[in-house]
């Protein structure tokens, strides 16, 4: 026969695609609410081993996603395992450091957080709550939208569930968009970076130290590849080297120990000199593609809607892809709880709310690419942030930079970058005027002269 058709009480539980960041942390948000929950996740439990093959990969938490773990009650829980980073250390070609501050108060902070301690930390909790049943090793392959049914792969065989109803949760690559999309006046977008990331660990020092300043982001600015590094409770930086996939100096040509020496003795001594397992991290380590998507519709009808990555995946460079999913889990159920009557109507108004703000992030994750690699040594830049800072300091509710309005606030993305591109064009109008009355103070100070 074909699939069995798993069903208890199944037909008034919400399914969830995908028990990773999105999907634990909204199973957690509606088992509060007294609904039941059915979370569906492919890979294996993460509690029941050791992270990612005992590698711990750590995410920039801010203020979004901090909003979003304070309403399922769990955000000092997270701090309290989270390393504060005050701002980012520039380390330059030659070996010497320059610091820039995240933000004018001492609240403007980035919090390091290790992903799998994250997620299992998600998952306990809401598997704790009576509503909620976790399935691990289940792969959705298909969804029925005419049925309202799921096929999963599991460890039992298949498997066809009949939900209340869905949210994908199942990230970049998602299966239930593809499955909510089929056969629907569809958009998708994808666009792979030409560049691609490598995952090492700088250990701490004997005396159980850290290497490099522990409460802070560091970046190694290199105009052909960059390192970015995040802190670690134990001393330990998990360090990513961005560098293109093909090229002269790329993945591709950086394989053997030699190659891969003269790559960071050519553009991070520093490094190297801290790093006694280099070669060996290399070889084992995988080298990870990153995407941007950008997608509609989000939802199906009462029964359907995404979230996270599984609709808007985005470059890392803004530090905002774990952030902004959570968010989403915010405004879904925001949404939910202003339209109890009307499911349609709630995921609805959720994409409207939604998309276009998670496209705005898709664009700023570019730019702060270019602004990684290139922009945060230039001497322009780095004066430009200090006025940003001063004028903050000066206004602090009437002047926002960019990044703190990104980082530091749950303003929505495209209010935040309409508002910086306004008081961009105040200041070059400021500036402006400056100069003109200079030149004519100038002028009549010369014509004044008497001969
Ligand atoms: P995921 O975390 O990818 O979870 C999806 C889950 O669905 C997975 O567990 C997967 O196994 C499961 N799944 C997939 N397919 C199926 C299926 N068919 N059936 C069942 N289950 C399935 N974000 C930040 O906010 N700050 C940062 O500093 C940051 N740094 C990053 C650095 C790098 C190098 C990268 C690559 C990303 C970074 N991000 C960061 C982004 C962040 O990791 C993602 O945005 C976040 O994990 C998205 O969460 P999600 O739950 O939507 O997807």
């Not at 955000?75 to 070996?95: C, Y």
């Not at 010497?96 to 995240?102: D, G, L, N, V």
């Not at 803004?318 to 995921?347: H, I, K, T, W």
């Amino acid at each position: 026969g074909g699939p069995r058709l798993d069903q208890t009480d199944g037909e008034q539980r919400i399914a969830i695609v995908g028990g990773g960041l999105a999907g634990s942390l909204l199973a957690l948000a509606l088992a509060r609410r007294g609904h039941g929950v059915d979370v569906y996740e492919r890979r294996p439990d993460p509690r029941r081993q050791d992270g990612a093959a005992g590698r711990s990969i750590n995410l920039g938490l801010s203020k979004r996603g901090m909003q979003a773990l304070a309403m399922v009650g769990l955000l000092e829980q997270v701090l309290a395992r989270a390393v504060v980073m005050r701002g980012r250390v520039i380390h330059a070609p030659d070996g010497s450091t320059r610091y820039q501050p995240y933000g004018r108060d001492a609240g403007e902070v980035l919090h390091s957080i290790d992903r799998n301690e994250l997620n299992r930390l998600l998952l306990d909790r809401a598997e704790a709550l009576p509503g909620v049943r976790l399935h691990f090793e289940h792969r959705l392959l298909r969804a029925d939208k005419a049925r309202r049914e799921l096929e999963l792969d599991s460890p039992r065989g298949r498997l066809t569930v009949r939900p209340l109803w869905v949210a994908g949760a199942d990230g970049a690559f998602s299966c239930m968009r593809r499955e909510l999309q089929h056969g629907e006046r569809a958009d998708y977008h994808q666009e792979y970076l030409e560049w691609g990331y490598k995952e090492l660990t700088l250990a701490p020092l004997a005396d159980g130290g850290s290497a490099i300043e522990l409460t802070a982001l560091h970046v190694w600015p290199r105009s052909h590849c960059l390192f970015v590094s995040h802190p670690n409770l134990d001393g330990s930086h998990t360090l990513t080297l961005f560098l293109p996939h093909e090229g002269e100096e790329s993945f591709a040509t950086v394989r053997t120990p030699e190659q891969v020496a003269a790559l960071f003795r050519r553009h991070f001594p520093d490094l190297q000199a801290m790093l006694p397992g280099l070669l060996e991290q290399w070889a084992s380590h995988p080298t990870g593609s990153l995407i941007t998507t950008r997608t509609a519709p989000w939802r199906f009808d009462d029964w359907a809607v995404l979230l996270g990555d599984a609709c808007h995946a985005v470059y890392p460079f803004y530090g905002q892809g774990m952030n902004s999913a959570f968010e989403d889990c915010c405004v879904l159920m925001a949404a939910l709880a202003a339209r109890p009557a009307d499911r349609a109507a709630a995921f609805s108004e959720y994409e409207s709310a939604r998309r276009p703000h998670t496209d705005v992030l898709a664009e700023l994750s570019k730019a702060n690419f270019v602004e990684l690699r290139q922009k945060v040594q230039s001497p322009w830049f780095i004066a430009r942030k200090r006025l940003d800072l001063a004028l903050n300091r000066l206004w602090p509710r009437r002047w926002l930079p960019l990044y703190t309005m990104i980082a530091h606030s749950t303003m929505p993305y495209g209010e935040a970058l309409a508002r910086s591109h306004r008081q961009e064009r105040l200041l070059r109008t400021v500036l402006a005027c400056a100069l003109a009355v200079g030149g004519v103070g100038l002028a009549v100070a010369a014509l004044g002269v008497p001969v």
